[in-house]
């Protein structure tokens, strides 16, 4: 058994990290060595099916390492290394811990061939990451954090009683299609999905931040450290966007539910005043688009989500990661107190542009060579308003991504700051993100030669570079337009309200509220219930006491005529 646990990808990081507290201060050379270690004995790692064991009756299959798998195993081991490398200055020992720790969970989750493997693996990224969000210290973190959480750790839940369920009714705890089995159950476009296909849909659907379950997105990941969203972002929604590719690929619902995903954000992120809390946002966008493409189920689709999640994370650690540097440096992230520190941090404002341009899609960054895969599947398959509405989309994240992030925090209003440039590790780990950003934009073969499908794709087609600089023009000018005019949202130091406030404020003030009136209820109830109490002793007493009614010798006479009475009763009962 301890040989089947070894041969899990992500293992040497998850058992490792427990070891980093006796390193001290080296603890974080410590996360970047295990990091690149484990990438090693990755890329060592044969494809196929292994560490299979028996548990409780049922067969477990610990690693089904195939494209798709290897795929997101090799991103989630670069971003560890980024990250790692990110966090060099970071002296907090358990941030080391959680966040290899959590990276190598992913890996082992998206390495897991079956659904218990998956949820203990799905649980242990859930724990410790949450280290990650309460490390900030402050009363806020910590509230967001217990909500991150609670709402994390549901998942699990759903996800291992949709598993169990499922055992139940296929003998089977594989981790593959689970869109169209089961005679009982929700009807889904391709066919039926089970009560348990539902539940560990309901499971991916929280941790991917479907509409009306993304709040803690936003709610947790800008209250984490600067380094700890970088982590934060790389890992948990892209392991649920795997967790659909592998589960629910075809699944015909998720197109909808990606058009939401794309369109919603857009709003919040342009009246956002915290960058971070924008790119928070932003990552729903994105996220959009790769379920879309995962509802779409072709091949090229799945190429598009595939590559499209391994740009995704670079480009958006990237952003986080500037971001992360102005909070060090600055010691904030809201519009409305940054502006002008291009003149005192130009490699972190390159290394930003750089980030936004990628996710915005320009030609020869990596962005591009993704995004338009799954544009396209969407056309071929003729889903025209799916195919309008990414369109759509992706002219929105050059506003709130592309230009409204490096703007307003090193250009715009110039707030007279002056803060030195992020220290050499942080700059390192975004030069390194930059590269990757550059040269998967040029050289796209070299991504779509890991592709799980055959890739015939050429994303430098004329209409795809016409198009899309068409909608990055029209962005561009439609932001000038309304900043000129003035009609631009103003930055405004606020708090925008989103679903979350039902469970945040609505929740615990109508909890309060009720509370205080059933106790009000209940106060009056007690007084009414011991004087109606207090009353009848009363009453009691005085008619069973020697000189009452009940209480006073009564004649002879009298004691037979009412045992006559009770006598004549008794016999009337008795016959009717």
């Known amino acids: 058994m301890i040989a089947n646990l070894a041969m899990i990808p992500g293992m040497i990081m998850v058992l490792g990290s427990l070891l980093l507290p006796l390193l001290g201060k080296k603890a974080a050379w410590g996360g970047v060595v295990l990091s690149a270690i484990s990438l090693i004995v ?96 402050s009363q806020r973190a910590y509230k967001s954090g217990m909500r991150y959480l609670i709402i994390q750790v549901t998942s699990g839940v759903l996800l291992l009683s949709g598993a169990l369920m499922r055992l139940s009714e296929t003998g089977s705890l594989a981790f593959g299609g689970m869109g169209e089995f089961g005679a009982i159950g929700l009807r889904l476009a391709g066919g039926t999905i089970s009560t348990s296909g539902l539940l560990i849909l309901i499971a991916f659907g929280i941790k991917c931040a ?51 995903m794309t369109l919603f954000p857009i709003i919040f992120a342009v009246i956002e005043n915290d960058l971070r809390r924008v790119l928070a946002y932003s990552l729903n966008n994105q996220l959009g688009f790769m379920v879309v493409g995962i509802g779409i189920g072709t091949e090229l ?38 502006g002008g520190l291009h003149k005192s941090m130009p490699w972190t404002t390159a ?25 396209t599947a969407a056309a071929e398959q003729h889903h025209f308003y799916a195919w309008f509405i990414l369109l759509i989309a992706s002219a929105g994240v050059m506003e ?44 796209y073969d070299l991504l779509y030669g890991l592709l799980p499908y055959q890739s015939h794709y050429s994303p430098f087609t004329i209409g795809h570079v016409v198009t899309q600089l068409q909608l990055l023009l029209f962005a561009a000018l439609a932001f000038v337009f309304l900043m000129k005019t003035k009609l631009y949202p103003a930055e405004i130091d606020a708090t925008n309200l989103d679903t979350d406030w039902t469970y945040r404020k609505a929740l615990p003030w109508l909890a309060g509220t009720a509370g205080a009136v059933i106790a009000l209820v209940d106060t009056g109830v007690r007084k009414t219930f011991l004087a109606l109490l207090a009353t009848s002793t009363q009453t009691i007493r005085k008619r069973f006491n020697d000189s009452g009614l009940m209480g006073r010798p009564w004649s002879t006479s009298t004691m037979a005529v009412w045992a006559t009475l009770i006598l004549g009763l008794c016999l009337l009962l008795y016959y009717f």
């Open 42 to 137: 990755f890329l060592m790692s044969p494809f196929g099916i292994s560490g299979n064991v028996e548990l409780l009756g049922s067969s477990l299959t610990l690693v089904r390492l195939d494209k798709l798998s290897f795929l997101f195993g090799l991103v989630f081991h670069l971003a560890a290394i980024i990250s790692a490398i990110y966090a060099l200055h970071v002296q907090d020992v358990k941030q080391h811990v959680g966040g290899i720790m959590y990276a190598g969970g992913a890996i082992a989750a998206a390495c897991a061939g079956d659904l218990l493997t998956l949820f203990v693996f799905w649980e242990l990224t859930a724990i410790s990451s949450v280290v990650l969000v309460w490390a900030s210290g």
């Open 210 to 260: 479907f509409p009306l379950l993304h709040n803690w997105l936003q709610d947790s990941y800008p209250k984490a450290t600067g380094t700890g969203t970088v982590f934060l972002s790389a890992f948990t929604t892209k392991l649920a966007v795997y967790s659909l590719a592998r589960g629910f690929a075809g699944t015909e619902e998720l197109i909808a539910i990606g058009c939401v």
């Open 301 to 338: 689709a799945l190429n598009g989500i595939a590559a499209h999640a391994f740009c995704h994370i670079i480009y958006k650690s990237l952003l986080f990661m500037s971001m992360g540097a102005v909070l060090y440096r600055v010691g904030t992230t809201k519009a409305t107190e940054l």
């Open 351 to 375: 290394f930003c542009i750089i980030g936004a341009g990628s996710i915005s899609g320009f030609p020869l960054l990596s962005g591009f060579i993704s995004k338009s895969m799954i544009i």
């Open 400 to 443: 709130h991504s592309g230009i409204k992030i490096p703007f307003f925090a090193f250009f715009a209003h110039d707030n007279g700051k002056r803060p030195k440039e992020a220290p050499w590790n942080m700059l390192t780990a975004m030069a390194i993100a930059s590269f990757f950003c550059i040269t998967l934009g040029i050289f």
